[in-house]
């Protein structure tokens, strides 16, 4: 009483301290007194921090986010809990600063993110500390989501959804695909959305053929097959979802591709649980494929970790060796392409369960709820 | 006649020609036996390709593009002059059977591009030939944009502007600074943008006193200042351009702070023409604010080469050395920011000629345009 108190520092976060203790522990199993966090999304996992061109370093007791003049009240804003470092020239140089005051050893860097430009600056600028890659420390720690994240990523599936939902609803004979694509990019940012997780893909006819097309001038038909692949980007967190919707009628060769990738993906999605290898989700689909004679035309990757970002671990491909664990959150996405004719994908999100799974996505896959009006 | 001829494959077109001879002149330069290219942007600079997740391989004869099955059909449609190597596995073992192939010295890559871990698996792949950083040979040769080129930023600015404009008239009161970004995004895309060149900002009183603010939930009130900083990709090619706009009324503040930036830009424009150091153009902008009391309250850079990426050489910064040459296109944009207030930032986008500058965009920046109805 009587005496004036200083504002004291808003206190770092539960989930936000308990990732970093986390990140701790690994980095003293690795021996690094510091790492360097070059990748945005690991910046925003750690530090809460969503600005461009800087790094986040993280030693035994301190948090620095070195970042420039463009981003000094977004940091106060955002990570008041680190120590904002406001560089005037270089990265390498405050590294160089802190290397002075703090006589490192070893720093860790992100040997997979930052480039080789960058990390020849870096080595230089902690000597004699030694540069060295570290395991991928955070992108182990975010394969397992922690329930705030899966709530995130659950938001930013309702918000793709009923953006779906409302742009099948415009969908006109003679739209363009790019008119498609815009339309359901803006329904997602009306809901929330900071954009869309990706570029949204829509794809008519032989286009879907090709599996990452861009959506262009082609037009929409009675009897059109159309390709969605998308997502929205909710409080940096990410939804990927993928339906083929047939504008009126449904062409017998598309019936067959439908069913049968549908039944992969039922497969796939059975096979997802705990303690299972990555790598068998990928063959309940594509043996699965095979056997019904679209072996060569599924092209691709069954799934892959999503989250912050739109790809992330684990990998359900041929040669996946990560073994789920509950609290990984999955796509799961067969899909055939035929040159000439199209493609069909499904692809749903899904939350690795201790028991099995659970289909976060929840738009309907039957054949018969594809057809639209157009 | 009368013997079936078998399609020649299509022609290199002429720019992509002319792109890869000063591509191998530099090559041979740096005594380079092959070239892994490995940014998107400069893959489609040399090849035509948009696709992810591969490398453009140049050698003094040949045109490799290793990619993946994704892409097969895109390959051959936006770049059948490329040999496609659709790969199994990693990258490295392509560049590996390469190697074997045609038993290269001195491979070149790109180190402000490549990951630690790319270019780790690169080195061995290509063994016993030597991996070594080249100069910058795509961004060097990018700078100066060729006639093609500057009228594919046209195009991006006039689809940025158009949509500014009847974005502008459907801002309205009680609106989020998120649903007028989304608006804007919408209207480019009708109008042929594949997306916006970043993403866009709009922000709202205070929140512009982040010179990269995200847009969010405040919303427009009568009185607001609205920073808004977007621009369009068509085909590619980026606009990046930003205008302050109030609401029925300028506040005094906000009204001096414009006329100052107002002047600092035209300074700054002013300074451009080929032959001119770019720090100069910096300078032009830099001390008459800093002659005005606004010194401290500008916290970046006056500008940045524009193309395919968004920010690419030159850059206008205080230490710029590079030169401007006829044909780079910039943008000039100062800006001044008060915590608490907010910010004024102006900026267009300029093609650096022989006797001077053309600047390409046309919207108004004179005061009395800016005020909207909302």
């Known amino acids: 009483m009587g005496m004036a108190r200083r504002k004291t520092k808003r206190a770092i976060p539960n989930h936000l301290a308990a990732r970093l203790e986390r990140c701790r522990a690994r980095m003293a199993d690795g021996r690094l007194s510091a790492y360097v966090v070059s990748a945005p999304t690991d910046q925003f996992y750690l530090a809460g921090f969503t600005g461009e061109d800087g790094v986040v370093v993280v030693t035994a007791r301190r948090l620095y986010l070195v970042t420039d003049g463009r981003f000094t009240i977004q940091a106060a804003r955002e990570a008041p809990w680190a120590k904002a470092i406001i560089r005037k020239a270089g990265i390498g140089a405050e590294l160089s600063r802190l290397q002075l005051r703090h006589r490192w050893c070893r720093v860790g860097f992100q040997a997979e993110h930052a480039t080789v430009k960058q990390a020849a600056i870096w080595r230089k600028a902690v000597s004699p500390a030694r540069l060295t890659q570290s395991k991928p420390i955070t992108a182990e720690l ?78 929409i038909a009675s009897g059109s097959a159309i ?126 369960t201790g028991s099995g799974c659970e289909v976060l996505s929840t738009l309907s896959t039957n054949l018969d709820d594809m057809v639209i009006r157009g």
């Open 227 to 352: 390709l969605i692949d998308w997502g929205a980007t909710v409080d940096g967190y990410r939804s990927d979802l993928t339906r083929v919707v047939f504008v009126r009628t449904i062409r017998p060769q598309f019936r067959r591709m439908y069913i049968m990738v549908h039944e992969a993906q039922r497969r796939a999605i059975a096979a997802v649980s705990s303690g299972v290898e990555a790598r068998m989700v990928d063959r309940a689909a594509r043996s699965y494929l095979a056997s019904v004679g679209y072996g060569k035309a599924f092209t691709h990757s069954t799934g892959h970790g999503l989250g912050l970002d739109v790809h992330e671990g684990p990998s359900l491909a041929r040669r996946g060796s990560a073994t789920l664990e509950a609290g990984m959150v999955v796509t799961v996405e067969p899909g055939v392409y035929v040159p000439g004719v199209g493609g069909v994908r499904i692809e749903d999100d899904i939350l690795v």
């Open 142 to 219: 975010r394969n397992r989501k922690d329930p705030a994240e899966v709530v995130a990523i659950r938001r930013a599936i309702d918000v793709a959804e009923a953006a779906f939902k409302v742009t099948c609803r415009t969908v006109k004979i003679g739209m363009t695909e790019r008119q498609v694509a815009a339309r359901l990019e803006f329904e997602m940012q009306k809901r929330g959305a900071s954009g869309p997780s990706f570029p949204t893909i829509v794809a008519v006819g032989s286009n879907a053929a090709l599996p990452h097309a861009r959506p262009g001038s082609r037009r």
